[in-house]
């Protein structure tokens, strides 16, 4: 079955440490995004891309980083410069970037600092 | 700037009553609209869509119509069940731009 991958699904980050989120699609989409759920406040933008080794900072990409070296990848990584991480990071896709189609979420990833 | 903007909740009912959660975007020219439902612990799974002005989108029970003249996408069903407790979230998208979500509704039904 065709879909996104998302690990872990429990990620735990000490102090001063960066960690990476992984992402992975087998659908084939050329549109991959990276979003922060936090409680009431519904989903934030962090990164996207279009396409291949191209990415677009998104609302709250301060304290994160991404690569996209390869289409059906995606990682998101947390970094020590991210000083308020606990959150559920939810990782998307899309047929492409600039179509009006759905987007198909992963299962999420729930980071929490130890 | 595009935005989306729903009912907040909670949301509680009990089985077979009749749901509605309110949504309005703000956009120009003719974006898509989508609901997203999200369970407990997962992820967003798309309800239902619809891409342009008059379209009903339905699935599993629940529909919603584009209204451009309201500017609206409200979602309804007509009888809801224990198993629709979720977090509901309305959306928009224009072409080149990534998905708009409003801050979600949390429905509750009760037996």
């Known amino acids: 079955d065709g879909g996104i991958t998302q690990s872990p699904k429990y990620l735990f980050r000490k102090e001063g440490q960066n960690v990476t989120l992984s992402c992975e699609q087998n659908?084939?989409?050329?549109?991959m995004y990276w979003y922060r759920q936090d409680p009431g406040q519904g989903l934030r933008l962090i990164y996207y891309?279009?396409?291949?080794?191209?990415?677009q900072k998104g609302d709250i990409a301060e304290g994160y980083s991404v690569s996209r070296e390869k289409k059906e990848s995606f990682p998101l990584t947390v970094t020590s410069a991210q000083k308020n991480p606990t959150a559920f990071y939810l990782c998307?896709?899309?047929?492409?970037?600039?179509?009006?189609?759905?987007?198909?979420f992963g299962d999420g990833t729930r980071l929490s600092i130890l | 700037g595009n935005s989306v903007t729903q009912m907040e909740g909670p949301v509680t009912l009990s089985e077979e009553a009749f749901l509605t959660i309110n949504c309005t975007y703000t956009?120009?020219?003719?974006?898509?609209l989508f609901w997203y439902v999200q369970y407990p612990g997962e992820g967003l799974q798309l309800l239902l869509k619809?891409?342009?002005?008059?379209d009903k989108g339905s699935n599993k029970g629940f529909e919603a119509t584009y209204r451009k003249e309201t500017t609206s996408f409200h979602l309804e069903k007509g009888s809801v069940q224990v198993s629709d407790s979720a977090v509901y979230f309305c959306?928009?998208?224009?072409?080149?731009?990534?998905?708009?979500f409003g801050k979600g509704t949390t429905l509750s039904v009760s037996s």
């Open positions: 998307a896709s899309q047929v492409g970037g600039n179509s009006n189609q759905p987007q198909h």
């Open positions: 659908l084939n989409h050329d549109a």
């Open positions: 891309s279009q396409i291949v080794n191209d990415f």
């Open positions: 956009a120009t020219g003719y974006p898509s």
């Open positions: 619809a891409t342009k002005a008059d």
């Open positions: 959306a928009l998208n224009q072409a080149g731009t990534a998905l708009i």
